[in-house]
């Protein structure tokens, strides 16, 4: 019925989708709770929803299903990506929780996960390394034709693991700790060695050199040197050092002063051939997941707000959907997309885990300018505040200035409306999939995607 609608609306033009509003009324309810009243609510049902992904009845303990749907699409694997995903959501939970019962209920989970992911390690795969992209949910190979190898896969697992190794250091369980150095080394190592060779992107469509895999792989490595310095293996923190260095140069390249913002993709050499214009938001989802403090390609850098601002431009005026209802908009992956969550011929919609991540992108902005107590302007990222109606002179402003404070509430403000925009769209029950149809705004796509809800939780914990 849904997918009838969906149609429908596009049948009968953007024109009067625009005009006839009932078509895409999904759920009064829902849309006229306030934003504070939805959010706690809608947290409930996406913490339970994602938990009921992690080793689901019919799969092995560990497996961190993608979706539950089995068939169209079939999501019922385990995405080494997904997966680290959603444990690095799970490794906070672990870490913030008082709980006794609930910690110990968080350590099961992500053991298991542990578990599973060195089998994932230690299994022959088509690829040949932990590049292989995902797993059967009874943790054996999946030999079926892919996109391989996908190489972010091991730079996340590892960092997620990275992650959960020093929370165990400060929490003085070095015997568990050290358990989890050779899981940890075994993907760094492979980063390490082959960040250089060409691999497919996280949407498994292009073969080639990726911001998003560069960038979680310098993270990893520095994260890696830091952790393997810590635990005293200081040629291993060397080698992870020197290789990130080796990165960091290899990103510059990804900036493209002609247009504006950060390239998706260099050097293909394989794979889908429509994506002109390079534009997409993985660029700012690799920002988001290669999280740190150090100002590498942060939220600050200029480069990145420009990326974020020609997205945001992008997507309003491709979709439908983005013309109706909340400020803020529906963003997808790139202009270009033609998977609509069932084939490949179809045609993109605004993706939920890309809609949070802008949410949480303005949330980290204002977080980050608040503990820099400095935001500065530059030739790059003045459209990016103008846009939010801010006319700045190039330089600084400093937290003794009033407008300083104003920046920081419009920047919250700003993510509030992506949040809005979910809202929009959201079902009664709070069920999230992976898409929202770009004409009518329903949900579509693989139901209850995993990484859907984490995206969600992670960009609620940032606010
Ligand atoms: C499935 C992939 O997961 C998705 O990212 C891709 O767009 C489609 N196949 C089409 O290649
Ligand atoms: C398709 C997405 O493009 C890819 O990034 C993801 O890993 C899989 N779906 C599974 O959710």
């Known amino acids: 019925m849904k997918f009838f609608l969906g149609n429908f609306a596009k049948l009968i033009g953007l024109g009067f989708a625009v005009l006839t509003i009932p078509i895409q009324a999904n759920d009064n309810l829902v849309r006229s709770l306030p934003l504070e009243q939805w959010l706690p609510r809608q947290e409930k049902v996406a913490l339970k929803n994602l938990l009921r992904n992690i080793s689901p009845p019919g799969a092995a303990k560990g497996a961190v299903v993608a979706s539950p749907s089995q068939i169209n699409p079939n999501y019922w694997y385990h995405w080494v990506r997904d997966a680290a995903l959603v444990m690095s959501f799970i490794v906070e939970q672990y870490r913030n929780t008082g709980d006794p019962n609930q910690k110990s209920y968080y350590l099961d989970l992500i053991w298991d996960y542990i578990d599973f992911s060195r089998t994932n390690q230690l299994t022959a795969t088509p690829s040949g390394g932990p590049g292989e992209p995902k797993f059967n949910v009874d943790g054996t190979v999946f030999m079926g034709p892919w996109g391989r190898p996908q190489n972010d896969g091991p730079a996340l697992r590892a960092l997620t693991l990275i992650q959960f190794a020093k929370t165990l250091l400060s929490e003085g369980k070095y015997e568990e700790q050290r358990r989890l150095s050779s899981i940890i080394k075994f993907d760094l190592e492979y980063?390490?060695?082959?960040?250089?060779?060409?691999?497919?992107?996280?949407?498994?469509?292009?073969?080639?050199?990726?911001?998003?895999?560069?960038?979680?792989?310098?993270?990893?490595?520095?994260?890696?040197?830091?952790?393997?310095?810590?635990?005293?293996d200081n040629s291993a923190s060397d080698s992870y050092a020197a290789g990130a260095k080796n990165l960091e140069t290899e990103l510059q390249r990804?900036?493209?002063?002609?247009?504006?913002?950060?390239?998706?993709?260099?050097?293909?050499?394989?794979?889908?051939?429509?994506?002109?214009?390079?534009?997409?938001?993985?660029?700012?989802?690799?920002?988001?997941?290669?999280?740190?403090?150090d100002d590498f390609f942060g939220v600050d850098d200029p480069r990145v707000q420009a990326t974020v601002l020609k997205l945001k431009e992008k997507f309003k005026s491709l979709y439908a959907t983005n013309q109706m209802g909340p400020r803020g908009v529906g963003i997808g992956r790139y202009p270009e997309d033609k998977y609509d969550g069932y084939s490949s011929e179809g045609e993109g919609n605004p993706w939920v885990l890309a809609t949070n991540g802008f949410a949480e992108f303005f949330y980290k902005l204002r977080n980050r300018y608040r503990s820099k107590g400095e935001i500065t302007?530059?030739?790059?990222?003045?459209?990016?505040?103008?846009?939010?109606?801010?006319?700045?002179?190039?330089?600084?402003?400093?937290?003794?200035?009033?407008?300083?404070?104003?920046?920081?509430?419009?920047?919250?403000?700003?993510?509030?409306q992506y949040?809005?925009?979910?809202?929009?769209?959201?079902?009664?029950?709070?069920?999230?999939?992976?898409?929202?149809?770009?004409?009518?705004?329903?949900?579509?796509?693989?139901?209850?995607?995993?990484?859907?809800?984490?995206?969600?939780?992670?960009?609620?914990r940032m606010r």
């Open 191 to 232: 980063v390490l060695h082959h960040w250089k060779d060409a691999c497919f992107d996280l949407w498994e469509e292009i073969k080639g050199h990726h911001f998003y895999t560069l960038l979680v792989q310098y993270r990893s490595l520095v994260e890696g040197a830091s952790y393997m310095g810590l635990v005293g």
């Open 254 to 293: 990804f900036w493209d002063s002609s247009r504006g913002y950060l390239q998706s993709t260099l050097n293909r050499v394989g794979g889908i051939e429509y994506k002109n214009s390079n534009l997409d938001s993985s660029v700012i989802l690799g920002v988001l997941h290669a999280a740190s403090s």
């Open 377 to 416: 302007v530059s030739q790059l990222n003045r459209s990016f505040f103008k846009e939010m109606g801010f006319t700045f002179p190039l330089g600084k402003i400093r937290k003794t200035e009033p407008l300083f404070e104003q920046v920081l509430k419009k920047l919250q403000e700003e993510g509030d």
């Open 419 to 460: 949040f809005e925009r979910v809202k929009f769209h959201a079902d009664s029950d709070g069920q999230m999939s992976e898409q929202m149809n770009r004409w009518s705004g329903y949900q579509q796509g693989a139901r209850d995607l995993t990484w859907s809800y984490a995206s969600f939780l992670t960009a609620l």
